[in-house]
């Protein structure tokens, strides 16, 4: 079975520290795409990064970046110079590849992040 | 502007009652999802639906039930069976091959 574990269930961080967020996952399928979700006070789910198992490049995206390593099944999130902003609970999310039709997603309990002035 | 609709934001029902929750996309997504949500938790998947008139059981659907009548829509209700209703809702959309797209949510309070 497909499971998705976040250890930090909360983090707080001052403003402009970086701060990573990490998620480990378990699959028995060798296809697979992984995910990061922000969810806002608002509840609403942001989508911020979807990875293919067979791409284990870094991937950065402004102040945000993400390391996968496979070989620790882990894809871990990393803010940098934090802001109040970034404050929400994360969510990472693991699914299989999709044959086509749908997809169903695994998603870990999130690690809630509270950046401080 | 495409998205995804879920309304009410906030029900509240008293114990016993069915309630439905309503799910609309305007996206031409073949697949929908609804997912429930409780405090501190993840997301766990109650329903899920491919095609029109097809749907599937998720991983806590005890207590749910779902209709597929339309693309758009996508229906779910909340029945008297289900022990622990009061949770966070979000409906999902996606295409044939893609990311899965959420809509706001509905928040269900069970008196």
């Known amino acids: 079975a497909q499971k998705v574990t976040q250890a930090q269930t909360e983090i707080s961080v001052v403003e402009k520290e970086d701060v990573t967020l990490d998620c480990v996952y378990e699959?028995?399928?060798?296809?697979?795409?992984l995910f990061w979700y922000k969810q806002p006070p608002s509840g609403e789910l942001v989508f911020l990064i979807r990875r293919n198992s067979f791409d284990e490049q870094n991937e950065i995206s402004g102040r945000y970046s993400w390391n996968f390593q496979k070989s620790t099944s882990s894809f871990n999130f990393t803010i940098t110079a934090s802001q109040v902003v970034d404050s929400a609970v994360y969510f990472c999310a693991l699914s299989e590849s999709p044959q086509g039709g749908s997809e169903k997603l695994v998603f870990g309990k999130g690690t809630k992040l509270t950046v401080n002035p | 502007d495409g998205g995804i609709t879920q309304s009410p934001k906030y029900l509240f029902r008293k114990e016993g009652q069915n309630v439905t929750l309503s799910c609309e996309q305007n996206?031409?997504?073949?697949?929908m999802y609804w997912y429930r949500q409780d405090p501190g938790q993840g997301l766990r998947l109650i329903y899920y639906?491919?095609?029109?008139?097809?749907?599937q059981k998720g991983d806590i659907a005890e207590g749910y039930s779902v209709s597929r009548e339309k693309k758009e829509s996508f229906p779910l209700t909340v029945t008297s069976a289900q022990k622990n209703p009061t949770a966070f809702y979000l409906c999902?959309?996606?295409?044939?091959?893609?990311?899965?797209?959420f809509g706001p949510g509905t928040r269900l309070t069970v008196l």
């Open positions: 699959t028995r399928d060798t296809t697979y795409y």
């Open positions: 639906s491919q095609i029109v008139n097809d749907f």
């Open positions: 999902a959309s996606s295409p044939w091959t893609g990311r899965q797209y």
């Open positions: 996206l031409n997504h073949d697949a």
